[in-house]
């Protein structure tokens, strides 16, 4: 195989760390799949804040990639970070003096650092069967309120959009706990957790209703919390009709991301299944990145009053 073409980015935060490192051939050969899913129109955008996080937590949790390679955790790191920072530039073009112009937190070190260590216990757990059974069991509670938040943060920008852009209203359709249906099908592996999610609107068994017992109601809280935060602070008004489509498609996904790993976890510690707890571990480590490096540049405002620098689709 030969050597990928060098990869030119734009400044980022990464350090030297345990969890990650840069793999340039690994991303040029998800972006030559890409390509080939969309040879009409590719998209630099979609490609990073989409097509190539999904591709990785399908792998992850189907087990074609455990561990998660250095480069995959790398690559989820490039589209948390670049996908804040989207999200922030086009926040402040459309709304100069909104909310999001205080937040301001430097994207140093220490805060790298915050991401990598919140990634590291998912990464251990899924090196042991108890361990990682063990840690899907705590965590549930975790990514129910995570899965409620970006929950109800959708359900509140499908229900107002920027003035002028035509709604979409069958975008996304809530079932029930840990389980909610998007149009656009960013990962297709949920197609196989129905009946997880099943179960655990109606668990059956002891193990699975003390599992289940308590998540409704921190999802329910979550969704609150969702809600408020782009409804009372953060807002999609102004916002062109193309960055409102891409947020929604950025949204989905994060939901789709938490919903599987969230639906894999439940069934391996409900079922006593290693596989799928080591599986939901690993996913569990790479959304602490995905998700932290996305919090790292929504709240980076070193360039603001600028267009966002964003990588290029790699050739």
Request: aromatic share 8%; net charge negative; hydrophobic share 45%.
């Amino acid at each position: 195989m030969g050597t990928a073409p060098a990869l030119a980015l734009p400044e980022h935060p990464f350090f030297a760390n345990a969890a990650m490192e840069p793999d340039p051939a690994l991303l040029h050969a998800l972006a030559a799949r890409y390509r080939a899913s969309e040879p009409a129109a590719p998209s630099p955008t979609r490609f990073l804040f989409g097509f190539a996080p999904m591709a990785l937590f399908e792998a992850l949790l189907t087990g074609h990639d455990r561990p998660p390679s250095p480069g995959a955790l790398w690559i989820l790191h490039l589209s948390g970070y670049f996908g804040g920072r989207w999200l922030r530039a086009e926040l402040l073009r459309a709304q100069p003096n909104g909310i999001i112009k205080d937040l301001a937190v430097p994207a140093d070190q220490a805060a790298f650092d915050e991401v990598v260590a919140a990634a590291l216990p998912g990464l251990r757990a899924a090196e042991d069967d108890e361990a990682a059974v063990a840690h899907c069991r705590a965590r549930l509670s975790e990514w129910a309120g995570a899965f409620g938040y970006n929950l109800g943060y959708l359900e509140q920008i499908l229900e107002e959009p920027p003035a002028g852009v035509r709604p979409m209203p069958n975008f996304a359709r809530a079932g029930g706990l840990l389980w909610c249906e998007i149009r656009t099908r960013p990962l297709p592996l949920l197609d196989g957790l129905w009946s997880v999610a099943r179960r655990a609107g109606a668990p059956d068994e002891e193990p699975w209703q003390e599992l289940c017992a308590p998540l409704a109601a921190i999802q329910e809280h979550g969704v609150r919390n969702g809600r408020l935060v782009w409804s009372t602070g953060l807002s999609v008004e102004g916002l062109p009709a193309e960055a409102y489509r891409e947020l929604l498609e950025l949204s989905a996904a994060f939901l789709a991301a938490i919903e599987a790993t969230a639906l894999t976890g439940l069934s391996g510690a409900g079922d006593a299944r290693p596989d799928r707890a080591r599986a939901a571990a690993l996913a569990d480590a790479a959304l602490e990145v995905w998700q932290g490096s996305y919090a790292l540049g929504l709240r980076d405002g070193r360039s603001d009053g600028q267009p966002p620098d964003l990588p290029d689709l790699p050739s």
